[in-house]
């Protein structure tokens, strides 16, 4: 498969993730937080050839690092067509509320629009994209094969914020039961923030959304 490696990046120690193919140098990079540095430094030290960064949703704190490491790659961006302009516009990706975290964050827009059902083709995988909205309008969360990479959706005992712009706690708790709930019990979560986890943990204990 391809090796993850994760980084918590920021203030609010946001996990940015890098996966790895194996055998090769070709990498992708999901969701490049704030004060990218030991990512940055991870690709260089490796050389690696990074096709694209995927972003499992532009609040400031998942994208703070986004133009630093497009940048350094020179690789396309993929982000939900709901949050296109939340990139150029730092009153709706939350960095103009937060002052005392960080000064006002923008970047250029997405490459690529994400969709419900799209399928990926990158460092040799496939990777399904799940519209997965309720934490914002444009979440969405990445399958490949056992792994998910969920944003902001779902953590281990937790589940994201809804109180946002655009938040729904009714689109989160949907999102979850009927998307991410469904996949096999054994698929390990990556999430946003804090450690990993795996479905079926999440069905049996997760006290946000009991299965």
């Known amino acids: 498969m391809f090796k993850i490696e994760s980084f918590s990046l920021g203030p609010l120690q946001t996990n940015a993730y890098l996966l790895i193919a194996e055998n090769s140098s070709d990498a992708i990079v999901i969701d490049p937080g704030m004060n990218p540095g030991a ?6 030290s490796l050389n690696l050839n990074v096709e694209a960064i995927l972003l499992t949703h532009a609040h400031f704190d998942h994208m703070g690092g986004l133009e630093e490491v497009r940048t350094l790659c020179n690789c396309p961006v993929y982000l939900h067509d709901l949050e296109a302009e939340w ?3 730092a009153k709706l990706n939350g960095s103009a509320n937060w002052s005392q975290v960080t000064p006002p964050i923008t970047a250029e827009p997405a490459e690529y629009a994400l969709d419900e059902g799209q399928q990926l083709k990158l460092i040799g995988h496939t990777f399904t994209v799940y519209h997965t909205p309720g934490h914002s309008p444009g979440s969405v969360s990445f399958l490949c094969g056992k792994d998910l990479f969920a944003g902001d ?20 708790i949907d999102s979850i039961r009927t998307k991410l709930y469904r996949l096999a019990d054994d698929v390990t979560v990556y999430p946003g923030h804090g450690p990993k986890t795996t479905i079926g943990a999440e069905k049996s204990s997760n006290p946000y959304v009991p299965a």
């Open 39 to 44: 990512l940055v430094r991870r690709i260089q």
């Open 87 to 89: 990139l150029t516009n």
């Open 153 to 172: 959706v779902l953590f281990r005992m937790g589940v994201g914020r809804t109180d946002l712009t655009g938040g729904s706690e009714r689109q989160l």
